[in-house]
């Protein structure tokens, strides 16, 4: 009943993010509007890279996000730094996809497990994974916002 509940929350959160992305038109998706520091673009390659830092990352799981990642997409980065061309849109997507799939599949026997030292002081797989939701329904309000300014 527990892993149905935290597989569930991640299958949620992932899939409202996705369902924002969907509705935000080319041509405002590398738009980064007056009072924002980043853009859509830049939101969902964050979430991706910092999910994948922290919950496979922290797990002591492979990732399969590349590291190159986190210099577009870390904290602190926007993409008025971007040296050159980020990630390209449909691949962030896809893997934000693949990226829920592989969550259940690694950890769906393994929730109570112990995880290495952390910043969100997390104690299992199953803290670490509710946790990452926490920052991207986070970072899914400003989706959110930002479609709304971009229209």
Not at 23 to 36: I, T, Y
Not at 86 to 98: E, G, I, R, S, T
Not at 103 to 118: P, Q
Request: hydrophobic share 40%; charged share 25%.
């Amino acid at each position: 009943m527990r892993d149905s509940f935290v597989f569930d929350l991640v299958d949620k959160h992932r899939g409202r993010l996705l369902q924002l992305v969907e509705g935000c038109p080319v041509e405002k998706r590398n738009v980064v509007p007056a009072g924002f520091n980043n853009s859509v673009h830049w939101q969902i390659g964050h979430v991706l890279t910092v999910t994948e830092r922290v919950i496979f990352g922290f797990a002591e799981q492979p990732t399969a996000v590349p590291a190159s990642y986190m210099g577009f997409f870390g904290s602190g980065t926007k993409p008025a730094d971007w040296q050159e061309e980020p990630p390209a849109w449909d691949d962030l997507v896809a893997q934000l996809k693949d990226q829920a799939v592989r969550i259940r599949e690694t950890f769906k026997d393994t929730l109570g497990s112990t995880v290495k030292e952390n910043f969100f002081k997390a104690e299992t797989v199953e803290e670490l994974i509710v946790s990452s939701m926490l920052h991207e329904v986070n970072h899914g309000g400003v989706v959110a916002s930002l479609l709304k300014v971009l229209k």
